[in-house]
């Protein structure tokens, strides 16, 4: 069998020559993780002390942002990213990029997990609940979005910190997965629309 | 680089054509959160379990498919694949364990339990292999080992 060297292209399109170099950066930013650390260890008091606020408060906070940002990515920041050069976009990918690894997990796990303790507490989770009908149609738009978001978006983000670590990165590679992120995000970004229609339903009947 | 030169081929990782990993992968995860719904839809009563243990075993045999799919890819970034694939794995565990947690502090208990557990497991492995996959299709590597 032949030795095979996987190589990038021989002439990628990379940043050009004199752009502004990119600067350091962690793919996962580290001090960031005791941050996400105390919120989960937070997040597990509130459960297991079962107290109504404390669960009204991740789940209110952490989706709001988690909608919020959905919608603001996908609607405002990636039609201003899409017009900018490559070496903007791989500049502001290397700082925008790490955090929203860190952030959206753990607003995720936050708002589903406070989410559906929250569920049980109200009784809402309950099949003999009469509006019972909005929280399946709700669990089934968040298993969409948890499809795009981890079979789509996610890979997609780590895939550009990684090309953005290499000393010759591939724009045309970046500029691609940047799209499927900033694409998927305003996906999530409608279904969360969705979302905030039957949440307020709920918090209202 | 243990290559000879006379045989190396170089190929170009931003073209070349893989298996279909990561659909299998989104494929099996969609799966086993079907089947969630499907359990979390009938609480409090213990649905007909066959229908989500039919769902999980197809997200199973879609899982393993895909790691032996995977372990066939040949040149590939091994290294880069298991450095992600290892901290991938360790953040979906704690998620994993946090919505067990859930699970056992709402006292689900029996069969139900075994399949939200198992269920857990394929998707907490699911996504650490896609997002290994998906980092280490595009990392330059050597020749493969020598067999």
């Not at chain 1, 976009?89 to 952030?103: A, D, G, H, Q, V």
């Not at chain 1, 669990?139 to 890979?155: F, N, Q, T």
């Not at chain 2, 939200?116 to 050597?142: K, M, N, W």
């Amino acid at each position: 069998m032949a030795d095979v060297a996987l190589t990038t292209s021989p002439s990628p399109p990379t940043a050009e020559a004199g752009a502004p170099p990119r600067p350091a950066f962690e793919i996962v930013p580290l001090r960031g993780l005791p941050i996400v650390a105390v919120v989960l260890a937070c997040l597990v008091a509130a459960i297991a002390t079962n107290r109504l606020w404390a669960l009204d408060f991740f789940h209110v906070v952490g989706g709001g942002l988690w909608t919020g940002i959905d919608l603001f990515v996908g609607f405002i920041v990636g039609p201003i990213l899409g017009r900018l050069s490559i070496p903007a976009r791989m500049e502001f990918s290397t700082r925008f990029m790490p955090k929203m690894l860190l952030l959206m997990p753990t607003l995720v796990i936050i708002t589903l997990a406070a989410g559906w303790q929250l569920a049980r507490h109200e009784g809402f989770i309950l099949s003999t609940h009469t509006h019972h009908g909005w929280v399946v149609a709700s669990m089934v738009i968040v298993g969409v979005m948890a499809v795009i978001a981890l079979g789509l978006l996610e890979p997609a983000n780590l895939a550009v910190l990684f090309e953005l670590k290499k000393p010759r990165p591939n724009g045309e590679l970046i500029g691609k997965l940047m799209r499927r992120f900033i694409y998927t995000a305003g996906i999530t970004g409608a279904l969360q629309v969705a979302t905030l229609v039957i949440m307020t339903r709920l918090a209202t009947v | 680089m243990t290559a000879a030169p006379e045989t190396e081929q170089i190929v170009d990782v931003y073209e070349r054509r893989l298996p279909p990993v990561a659909e299998l992968a989104v494929f099996s995860m969609a799966l086993v959160i079907v089947s969630g719904i499907y359990l979390a839809a009938h609480l409090p009563h213990r649905p007909p379990l066959a229908p989500a243990e039919g769902l999980l075993a197809a997200a199973g045999v879609l899982l393993v498919a895909d790691a032996v799919v995977v372990s066939r890819l040949s040149p590939f970034n091994w290294e880069v694949f298991f450095r992600v694939g290892g901290w991938a794995l360790l953040a979906y565990g704690v998620i994993a364990g946090m919505l067990e947690f859930i699970f056992v502090f709402d006292h689900t208990r029996g069969a139900s339990l075994v399949v939200f557990t198992l269920s857990l497991v394929v998707f907490a492995i699911d996504v650490p292999l896609l997002l290994a996959f998906s980092v280490a299709r595009y990392q330059e590597v050597g020749p493969p080992p020598r067999r």
